[in-house]
């Protein structure tokens, strides 16, 4: 099957199976697979101009909501920190996408950036792993109170919730700055707003990654909505340069992550958060590393 915009022949099958795999494993951690899948696209199908950013957008607005679902009918939709990562990411991934278009075109030049960011993200991610288990083995295990999210609160200065018996409480202006930095590099990158949100919030806040998920791949979807637009607006400015997303391809990608999403967040509940926040690291430092040349 021939792609016009991406200029790339794929059997069908391929990006649906692709896109269900690696959904799976990383929704269950409130990441939707796109910044793996764009690797994917730019060394295994050859897609890589700065249309593959905004065909990854796509695959999150179709495979996204799945999850989203599974999440709130569950009751672990945290949706104060929700709404504090779509309001500080979405300008991000405006300006991002800017940066993407004028000054990134070349795919060599934002890999690199972005691989030192997933980098540190991962080594941070690991630490707290390994943290976790010293822990572990030193503390009693606690019964579980509650398995939903409650009590939750919002203001300028601080929010917070309960869940499983604690009170968890970070601050609004650190949450909103964090999404703002992790915004832009989601747009520059093309995987949304909230995509690689969700390990700043287990490693540097000590949110549970039960919690943090649903608000992650929130954010992703609406600031993945807003990136899809913003690049196809931008085909009419700078039209000797491919930025518009392959609808088609991106569609495929999407009804494969949607079948991953919901499965990745029907079973997280039975995967226990050590093994999410493994899954998470293996695939953010597989993806540094394959950016910075070492395979």
Same mark, same amino acid.
């Given at each position: ?22 959904? &799976? ?9 796109? &910044?793996?899948? #764009? ?10 101009? *700065?249309?593959?950013?905004? %065909? ?25 920190? %929700? ?21 990134? *075109? ?30 572990? %083995? ?14 939750? &609160? ?8 309960? &869940? ?7 601050? %609004? *202006?650190? /949450? ?75 569609? #495929? ?30 695939? /953010? ?6 950016? #910075?040349?070492?395979?």
């Amino acid at each position: 099957m021939y792609f016009p915009v991406a200029d790339i022949e794929v059997q069908p099958w391929l990006p649906p199976l692709v896109a269900f795999v690696i959904s &799976f494993f990383t929704s269950m951690g409130g990441v939707s697979g796109a &910044f793996l899948l #764009l690797p994917f696209q730019v060394s295994y199908l050859g897609f890589t101009s *700065p249309s593959v950013s905004a %065909t990854n957008h796509i695959f999150n607005v179709v495979a996204i909501p799945s999850g989203v679902y599974r999440y709130i009918r569950e009751g672990r939709m945290v949706w104060p920190l %929700t709404w504090a990562v779509i309001i500080g990411t979405l300008p991000g991934v405006l300006v991002g996408a800017v940066i993407r278009i004028r000054y990134l *075109p070349d795919p060599a030049l934002f890999k690199k950036f972005v691989a030192m960011v997933l980098l540190y993200i991962g080594i941070r991610l690991l630490l707290d792993i390994f943290v976790s288990k010293k822990k572990k %083995t030193t503390q009693q295990p606690q019964k579980i109170q509650n398995n939903t999210v409650t009590n939750t &609160f919002f203001s300028f200065k601080s929010l917070g919730y309960s &869940f499983e018996g604690r009170q968890y409480r970070v601050s %609004t *202006p650190a /949450i909103l700055v964090l999404s703002l930095v992790v915004g832009l590099i989601g747009g520059v990158y093309g995987i949304g707003g909230g995509a690689i949100i969700a390990p700043f919030f287990v490693s540097m806040f000590a949110l549970p990654v039960y919690t943090v998920a649903g608000a992650a791949l929130m954010g992703t979807l609406i600031t993945s909505f807003a990136g899809v637009l913003f690049f196809q607006l931008m085909t009419h400015f700078v039209p000797e340069i491919s930025v518009g997303p392959d609808w088609m391809l991106g569609i #495929l990608f999407g009804i494969g992550g949607f079948a991953g999403m919901y499965c990745g967040a029907r079973m997280q509940r039975y995967v226990p958060a050590g093994l999410i926040k493994s899954i998470l690291c293996f695939c /953010i430092l597989f993806t540094a590393f394959h950016y #910075l040349g070492f395979f």
